[in-house]
């Protein structure tokens, strides 16, 4: 059986990884839009946390399997389409995540001063439609709209030394900008409390030991939460114990970094709750972000289903700085392929795509944008198992006529799009590395992509 996979980040090599494993003569081919691969674990995860890019070890095993081959470069709904791919395999499976972040829909979210996580991320990770974003950090204070993984994430970039980021694979533009960023005050705002945060603790733990930094949380935002925590599942008891100790510290418990001036650390973060972004305020002269307006907020309901609904008080933020992390949105790829635009997800069961026959799906365009790696994979093999039980049930029309990648291939070829291999990622990989090395961190990212394709010699 051939079976093609969209999308080379964690959804798509688990998938395939979990199928070559498990069916001994399967051939699984994996297109990806970019030359080079691993998605979100090369252009999400945080430079500062390389053990989590580890996986790129396993994906690469996966992808010198001489049952699996990688073409990069490849758009499909746009060089191939996927009803063009169904021709071709005898099983398709879309992985290829979520490319698009959701809107605030607020007045001013478009002002200069105002970006998107999905952006600002993709920015000091390399990813090449990013790398132009030259966010404007000349002011004290950023506002991070949104209480996950993400939101710290950045937090932590925006307020980390120089030193400890020079040592890792962030961008060389980023780390310039950084550089001379004025910011040294950071806000995470959410609509929900402490107890519907959605971050985890080892993110947040990271936060509060960041050298020269100092955390900045309301005890009264804490009161009464050690007895509603009591019966909550252990990470989200440890996770709420943690904030309210860290609320209650007083100021000098925690030794302060002295800086060579002789003065306590200027930089700090925070936790507002209770707030939901109304409007994004510009300037006096209309040019730029000054602000944000906030909803105060009540809560109903308990546990995660809480709702937050306005109590009619506002307050307004000052800040030159606001990034929305509220979430990634995945878009439909090809008009053949159903789509639920609500949720923004591929209707399926067991990644079956509902009412095609041979289309799968896994990943984020699957179950919508939530989760780390591990809940991919576990994902991502539920889809595999899904395709295994149909090639092995005879539910898969399994002529001997589809030819894979040879019938791709003059598709490709007649539309001039020239597939990039597993081999010549190695060599963009090579090149990376030793730029890397020669400034004394792991890689320097090419975020260009006609210079990758210059250095293969495409």
């Known amino acids: 059986p051939r079976v093609c996979v969209v999308g080379s980040g964690p959804a798509g090599f688990y998938t395939a990884q979990h199928i070559l494993k498990h069916h001994g003569g399967a051939l699984v081919d994996i297109y990806e839009k970019l030359p080079v691969p691993f998605g979100l674990v090369r252009f999400g995860v945080a430079p500062d946390h390389p053990e989590v890019k580890n996986v790129i070890n396993t994906f690469t095993q996966t992808a010198r399997s001489e049952r699996c081959a990688y073409y990069g470069n490849v758009t499909v709904g746009r060089d191939v389409t996927v009803p063009e791919l169904q021709q071709a395999y005898h099983a398709v499976v879309l992985s290829y995540g979520a490319e698009d972040n959701r809107v605030l829909g607020i007045p001013g979210e478009n002002l200069p001063g105002v970006y998107s996580a999905r952006a600002f991320v993709g920015w000091y990770n390399g990813l090449p439609e990013n790398r132009d974003l030259k966010p404007d950090l000349s002011c004290e204070t950023a506002l991070i709209l949104g209480h996950g993984n993400v939101a710290l994430d950045i937090a932590r970039i925006l307020l980390s030394p120089l030193q400890l980021l020079r040592k890792t694979d962030i961008t060389d533009s980023s780390l310039a900008a950084l550089a001379c960023s004025k910011v040294k005050r950071v806000w995470l705002v ?44 252990r990470p989200r008891k440890r996770l709420t114990e943690l904030m309210i100790k860290t609320a209650l510290e007083k100021p000098g418990e925690k030794p302060v970094e002295v800086h060579s001036a002789g003065a306590a650390a200027p930089r700090e973060w925070g936790l507002k709750f209770q707030r939901s972004p109304q409007e994004v305020l510009a300037s006096a002269d209309g040019r730029r972000a000054r602000g944000v307006r906030m909803a105060l907020t009540h809560l109903e309901g308990s546990g995660d289903s809480t709702k937050a609904v306005p109590t009619g008080d506002v307050e307004e933020l000052e800040c030159g700085l606001v990034l929305s992390s509220i979430g990634y949105r995945s878009l439909p790829l ?18 079956r795509v509902e009412g095609v026959p041979g289309l799968y799906c896994s990943g984020w365009v699957k179950r919508g944008p939530t989760g780390v790696i591990i809940t991919t994979m576990n994902d991502s093999f539920d889809t595999a198992q899904s395709v295994l039980e149909d090639l092995q049930g005879g539910v898969l029309d399994m002529s001997p006529s589809r030819e894979g990648f040879g019938a791709v291939e003059s598709i490709l070829r007649s539309r001039g799009v020239r597939p990039v291999s597993f081999s010549d990622w190695e060599k963009i990989d090579a090149a990376e590395v030793a730029r890397g090395k020669a400034a004394g961190k792991p890689r320097e990212k090419i975020v260009d992509p006609a210079e990758m394709l210059q250095i293969i010699g495409h």
Do not use: H, W, Y
């Open 190 to 233: 959410g609509r929900r409390g402490p107890l519907q945060v959605a971050f985890t603790i080892k993110e947040l733990r990271e936060m509060i030991n960041l050298p020269g930094t100092r955390a900045v949380l309301d005890p009264a935002d804490f009161t009464g939460l050690e007895n509603a925590v009591k019966d909550a599942p």
């Open 334 to 351: 090809d008009p053949a392929v159903p789509f639920d635009s609500q949720r923004g997800v591929i209707p399926n069961s067991s990644g």
